[in-house]
């Protein structure tokens, strides 16, 4: 399989439109929250390139830092997430003619639908970690760049949500009970964090926050 992160914008729109299973959603995701990272490090670079206009620059730093080290991960989730799924069609599609072949099969899928549901949780523990360095960017940012890490917030904020859309729907199909449990009970944890940071980068942004 050809990494996506090799396309042009053209031929990656037109993987995403096509009929084929993979990319979809998750990879959607993944890729909408390297774009909010990318943009975060955008205003934050700007910033940094103003020194007379900085104040504690260690703090923008060690963001910055913790910032460059999510963007290739969320890039690489998009092929994660494509091949993940491609497991999922190839489990589903085993011969389950005898008994034997059946319980294979059956047990192919579970393993494959688990590491499809692992894959968008490391996107939104991704989004997470992002979204906790937001307000961090937005207290730093310039005034032409505010608008910016506006739109990198929302952004973070979709893909996190589509990471957890994603997982909501593979564990319907899951019978693993223990798992599916911790599963949920992270996802909703991810989101509720991530809810306070956006909510304050973007007051930060309004100035309804000091």
């Given at each position: 399989m050809r990494s996506y992160?090799?396309?042009?914008?053209?031929?990656?729109?037109?993987?995403?439109?096509?009929?084929?299973?993979?990319?979809?959603?998750?990879?959607?995701?993944?890729?909408?929250?390297?774009?909010?990272?990318?943009l975060l490090l955008m205003?934050?670079?700007?910033?940094?390139?103003?020194?007379?206009?900085?104040?504690?620059?260690?703090?923008?730093?060690?963001?910055?830092?913790?910032?460059?080290?999510?963007?290739?991960?969320?890039?690489?989730?998009?092929?994660?997430?494509?091949?993940?799924?491609?497991?999922?069609?190839?489990?589903?599609?085993?011969?389950?003619?005898?008994?034997?072949?059946?319980?294979?099969?059956?047990?192919?899928?579970?393993?494959?639908?688990?590491?499809?549901?692992?894959?968008?949780?490391?996107?939104?523990?991704?989004?997470?970690?992002?979204?906790?360095?937001?307000?961090?960017?937005?207290?730093?940012?310039?005034?032409?760049?505010?608008?910016?890490?506006?739109?990198?917030?929302?952004?973070?904020?979709?893909?996190?949500?589509?990471?957890?859309?994603?997982?909501?729907?593979?564990?319907?199909?899951?019978?693993?009970?223990?798992?599916?449990?911790?599963?949920?009970?992270?996802?909703?944890?991810?989101?509720?964090?991530?809810?306070?940071?956006?909510?304050?980068?973007?007051?930060?942004?309004?100035?309804?926050?000091?």
């Amino acid at each position: 399989m050809r990494s996506y992160s090799n396309f042009s914008v053209r031929d990656l729109l037109d993987a995403f439109s096509s009929t084929a299973p993979a990319p979809g959603g998750g990879g959607a995701a993944a890729l909408t929250g390297a774009i909010g990272v990318s943009l975060l490090l955008m205003a934050a670079g700007i910033r940094a390139s103003r020194p007379s206009e900085s104040t504690d620059s260690m703090e923008l730093a060690e963001a910055t830092d913790r910032l460059r080290s999510l963007r290739p991960a969320l890039a690489a989730l998009v092929d994660r997430d494509a091949e993940a799924y491609t497991s999922v069609i190839a489990a589903l599609r085993m011969p389950a003619t005898t008994d034997e072949e059946a319980e294979g099969r059956r047990a192919a899928v579970a393993s494959a639908m688990r590491n499809a549901t692992d894959v968008p949780l490391e996107m939104m523990r991704a989004c997470r970690r992002a979204l906790r360095e937001a307000p961090i960017v937005a207290a730093h940012s310039i005034r032409s760049t505010r608008g910016d890490v506006g739109v990198a917030i929302e952004l973070l904020r979709s893909a996190l949500r589509g990471a957890g859309l994603t997982i909501d729907a593979n564990l319907t199909s899951l019978k693993d009970v223990g798992y599916t449990d911790v599963v949920k009970e992270e996802r909703q944890r991810l989101d509720a964090e991530s809810a306070a940071d956006v909510e304050r980068g973007l007051s930060l942004l309004s100035g309804e926050s000091g």
